[in-house]
T-cell receptor
Framework: DTEVTQTPKHLVMGMTNKKSLKCEQH?????MYWYKQKAKKPPELMFV???????INESVPSRFSPECPNSSLLNLHLHALQPEDSALYLC??????????????FGPGTRLTVT | EDQVTQSPEALRLQEGESSSLNCSYT??????LFWYRQDPGKGPEFLFT???AGEEKEKERLKATLTKKESFLHITAPKPEDSATYLC????????FGAGTTVTVRA
């Protein structure tokens, strides 16, 4: 089973709201990722959790914060977002991270609209 | 800095008209090259991994090949359901995506 699930599918939030996106995989993968994708653009890496260590794309603003409660779950907490943060947020997982290169399996995404 | 360039940007095909998509890359220490298919509003779907020059992978009407500087995704006798955006990604350090090729297959 190569499935990554994401909830919710759609989210509309105001600029003062706090919300969370959730991602889950049951493939025993050791690395999980958050990506942001704007229309007609490729995915941009935001965060990587690999072997319980967090790697951050330094261009990602602090209003996004990841949390990894266990090896199967990855959350993305959202606070005080801006309209330009509206995008498709994708979660992915891969068997391992680090020096070995493995394919990433993506979830269906959460369509986020910030009003 | 790693660079991944896909061409053409868009490709319109008649059903049954075979064609190829190109992914050229400039990276230091390629660890893997990946092809994905993405339908509108959905997450990318993994297709192939290629690790070394000369390697080829096939799946139904799709065949991916790799040289030291580029990869090709060949679509043989495409059908309308092959319409999608095809993304190439290379891994040296992090995974770097190309901008994609949007393929439209007309019946």
């Amino acid at each position: 089973d190569t499935e990554v699930t994401q909830t919710p599918k759609h989210l509309v939030m105001g600029m003062t709201n706090k919300k969370s996106l959730k991602c889950e995989q049951h493939m025993g993968h050791r690395a999980m990722y958050w990506y942001k994708q704007k229309a007609k653009k490729p995915p941009e890496l935001m965060f990587v959790y690999s072997y319980e260590k967090l790697s951050i794309n330094e261009s990602v603003p602090s209003r996004f914060s990841p949390e990894c409660p266990n090896s199967s779950l990855l959350n993305l907490h959202l606070h005080a977002l801006q309209p330009e943060d509206s995008a498709l947020y994708l979660c992915a997982s891969s068997p391992q991270g680090g020096a070995i290169s493995y394919e990433q399996y993506f979830g269906p995404g959460t369509r986020l609209t910030v009003t | 800095e790693d660079q991944v360039t896909q061409s053409p940007e868009a490709l319109r095909l008649q059903e049954g008209e075979s064609s190829s998509l190109n992914c050229s890359y400039t990276v230091s220490g390629l660890r893997g090259l990946f092809w994905y298919r993405q339908d509108p509003g959905k997450g990318p779907e993994f297709l192939f991994t290629l690790y070394s020059a000369g390697e080829e992978k096939e799946k139904e009407r799709l065949k991916a090949t790799l040289t030291k500087k580029e990869s090709f995704l060949h679509i043989t006798a495409p059908k309308p359901e092959d319409s999608a955006t095809y993304l190439c990604a290379v891994q040296a350090g992090k995974l770097s995506f190309g901008a994609g090729t949007t393929v439209t297959v007309r019946a």
